[in-house]
């Protein structure tokens, strides 16, 4: 069963950064398209962004300009940068594997104002 482990959730102020990463226990993480999604206390989970096998990012407009994905094939793990943080990214964030749809563990990120 492939695993994969969010990290770098945090307390931050607003307006900082945080960069989060996405660990696989797949070898073949490099060639899977991997989404990651957050949820916010009493609210739905929600896409935040994806990136494809090739390196093709999309992002949720309430993120996009602040937010950016990237991949390190060889470390099997995807990171997403969050900068200008505001109060209302505050949530769990997970990554999930888009090719056999298996989730993280989350992490929490939280913003104060």
């Known amino acids: 069963q492939v695993q994969l482990v969010e990290s770098g959730g945090g307390l931050v102020q607003a307006g900082e950064s945080l960069r989060l990463s996405c660990a696989a226990s797949?070898?073949?993480?490099?060639?899977?398209?991997v989404g990651w999604y957050r949820q916010a206390p009493g609210k739905q989970r929600e896409w935040v962004a994806h990136?494809?096998?090739?390196?093709?990012?999309n992002f949720a407009d309430s993120v996009k300009g602040r937010f950016t994905i990237s991949r390190d094939n060889a470390k099997n793990t995807v990171y997403l940068q969050m900068n200008s943080l505001k109060s209302e990214d505050t949530a769990t964030y997970y990554c999930?594997?888009?090719?056999?749809?298996?989730w993280g563990q989350g992490t929490q990120v939280t913003v104060s104002s």
């Open positions: 990136v494809s096998s090739g390196g093709t990012a």
């Open positions: 999930r594997d888009l090719n056999t749809g298996v």
């Open positions: 797949d070898r073949f993480f490099s060639s899977k398209s």
